[in-house]
């Protein structure tokens, strides 16, 4: 005969702690963030390079902003009522490589729409350092070309102009909504374009507008990223027109979320990719041990098979409960209730040196009047009501009325014999 290896009690502990293991790797998988942001020298919101965004970023939660980070599915996020914020997406595709283009152009263009978008085009990108992969060792522009690329996403029929100041522009020629002033090395503009409703321009090329795109809706652009950037966010009023844009386009109250997808710092959030990644790993192997240990336990063991006992048992506690087992089987309760009543009315007159002989209702009348005279306090009930109730009991009676009476003739037998308050526990 086979036992278990451990005991029922740790089997029954053992199989939900499994589940429970395997429950938590699923959802760790599916809705758990990584532990710590990610390494990020470009143009992030992860970055402290020159290039990086997440001085402006904080700059935006202190002034009463909500602001997250997304690494997937960005444009969805920012759907309940926020707004989006795309920032210099060029840099993803042309590190990924020319075989990766129309699927990053597909990507960017699947999460327009969603919400009120803010668009910041490139403009440089750079080297990382070897000793310190967060800062640059070097940088430089991107061409002209990619950035009119980023463009056309949103609007391929009408042809874009992007053009880089070679020298500071006169302050008397910036015209716009926010009437600021930017200070920006090599200041990248936009060309004048039909749908492109200028917030700050100088001679017609816009720095920030937004463009009225049929297939997207409402998008504000943002043509020079050093506004934002930590090289250039100190000088002039860069973060005043930033944070004015930004003010603009996201719906007060809301959360802007910015996207980090396109700058190679995109999650995947598959099953098989959290669970053998730290710190999904840790649950998996969790699970894994636990179901193995589950396992082992019920496989059980080999054992000696007991001889089953043949016949009946010697002794009286045997005899007892093959009794009861046939009393039980047969339905003879109010029987052996009435029997009991008898036995302990004799038992009681024994004790109280009563009517040796004469009938259960002499010997009933001379017990009733013996508990009216003694008047015991605490005395929980008397023996009349209990044998009405026994002779109301038919012969075939239910189990739970022979046990209740049963109980009932049981104390008054032991306050009887032992006096009130014998029921109670010491």
């Known amino acids: 005969m086979a036992e278990p290896r451990i005991g029922s009690r740790a089997a029954r502990v053992g199989i939900p702690l499994a589940m429970l293991a395997l429950l938590a790797t699923l959802l760790l998988s599916v809705f758990g963030s990584d532990l710590g942001p990610p390494r990020s020298s470009g143009g992030s919101g992860y970055s402290t390079s020159a290039l990086g965004h997440l001085a402006f970023l904080n700059l935006l939660r202190g002034a009463g902003t909500p602001v997250e980070l997304s690494r997937a599915n960005s444009g969805w996020k920012a759907s309940d009522g926020g707004g989006l914020l795309l920032a210099e997406p060029l840099p993803a595709i042309q590190r990924r490589g020319i075989d990766a283009d129309d699927r990053e152009r597909a990507t960017f263009r699947s999460e327009l729409g969603w919400a009120p978008t803010i668009l910041v085009l490139p403009k440089r990108t750079g080297l990382p350092n070897p000793a310190n992969p967060r800062f640059l060792a070097e940088t430089s522009l991107v061409p002209i070309g990619k950035v009119i690329e980023v ?28 009437d600021l002033v930017p200070e920006v090395d090599a200041l990248q503009l936009i060309g004048p374009h039909d749908r492109l409703r200028p917030l700050l321009a100088h001679d017609g090329k816009v ?37 004015a844009a930004v003010q603009r386009t996201l719906p007060l109250g809301s959360t802007l979320t910015v996207d980090e997808e396109f700058h190679g710092l995109g999650a995947d959030t598959g099953f098989w990719y959290r669970a053998l990644r730290f710190p ?33 048992e010697a002794g009286s506690i045997r005899l007892v409960e093959s009794t009861a087992e046939l009393l039980r089987f047969g339905r003879h309760g109010g029987a052996a209730l009435q029997k009991y009543l008898r036995l302990s009315v004799e038992s009681a007159c024994a004790d109280l040196h009563g009517p040796p002989h004469g009938t259960l209702e002499e010997r ?7 508990e009216r005279e003694s008047a015991r306090p605490g005395r929980v009930e008397r023996i009349l009501p209990i044998a009405e109730a026994v002779g109301r009991v038919p012969a075939r009676a239910s189990e739970d009325q022979v046990r209740e009476l049963a109980q009932r003739l049981d104390l008054w037998r032991r306050e009887m014999k032992n006096g009130a308050r014998a029921h109670e526990p010491r």
Request: proline share 7%; charged share 20%.
């Open 280 to 312: 999904g790993v840790l649950i998996a192997i969790q699970c894994a041990l636990v179901t193995l240990l589950v396992v082992w336990a019920s496989l059980g063991r080999e054992r000696p098979r007991a001889p089953e006992p043949v016949g009946l």
């Open 151 to 178: 463009l056309q996403v949103l609007d391929e029929q009408v042809p874009w102009e992007v053009s880089r100041a070679r020298s500071s522009l006169p302050l008397q020629g910036w015209r716009g909504e926010l």
């Open 207 to 243: 720095l920030v507008g937004v463009l009225d795109s049929r297939e997207h809706g409402p998008i504000t652009l943002l043509s020079d990223p050093d506004l934002i950037a930590h090289h250039g966010i100190g000088d002039g009023e860069n973060l005043a027109i930033a944070l």
């Open 364 to 370: 009933l009348r001379w017990l009733d009047e013996n």
